[in-house]
């Protein structure tokens, strides 16, 4: 899949789902609001420091954002890095300002969770 197609993809999804691997080795998957960035030219996601999918990545840094619409999903697969330089956390409001027209929840521990896709999975 090309980065257009990711890009688009990313753009037209209100939602996605973020699975993460946990310690003992299920699968944590849970609803998040993925968004470009163009910057590090892959798909971001808001998180808190001690939540469980930053918790899963600190330890397997493999992860897979997947958009579902209908009968239909795409699947994106790669690594994951979790970001918590307050800087460039708030570099990320922005993009994700133009996606949604809403900021995030204020958290003092936010954190960015940048994913850059090495393989997909199925089509929208």
């Given at each position: 899949?090309e980065?257009?197609e990711?890009v688009?993809a990313?753009a037209?999804?209100r939602?996605?789902l973020?699975?993460?691997i946990?310690?003992?080795?299920?699968v944590h998957?849970?609803?998040?609001n993925p968004?470009?960035s163009?910057?590090?030219?892959c798909?971001?996601?808001?998180s808190?420091?001690?939540s469980?999918?930053?918790?899963?990545?600190?330890?397997r840094?493999?992860?897979?954002i997947a958009?579902?619409?209908?009968a239909?999903?795409f699947?994106?697969?790669g690594?994951?890095?979790?970001v918590?330089d307050?800087?460039e956390v708030?570099?990320?409001?922005?993009?994700?300002?133009?996606?949604?027209?809403?900021f995030p929840?204020e958290?003092?521990?936010?954190?960015v969770?940048?994913l850059n896709v090495?393989r997909t999975?199925?089509?929208?």
């Amino acid at each position: 899949m090309e980065r257009t197609e990711i890009v688009q993809a990313i753009a037209s999804a209100r939602h996605g789902l973020l699975a993460t691997i946990t310690p003992k080795g299920a699968v944590h998957t849970v609803l998040v609001n993925p968004f470009w960035s163009e910057s590090r030219e892959c798909i971001a996601v808001f998180s808190r420091r001690r939540s469980q999918k930053v918790v899963n990545l600190e330890n397997r840094s493999t992860a897979t954002i997947a958009l579902v619409e209908g009968a239909k999903y795409f699947a994106m697969l790669g690594v994951a890095t979790v970001v918590d330089d307050g800087d460039e956390v708030e570099r990320c409001l922005p993009a994700f300002y133009h996606k949604y027209q809403r900021f995030p929840v204020e958290a003092v521990d936010r954190v960015v969770i940048y994913l850059n896709v090495e393989r997909t999975l199925g089509g929208l």
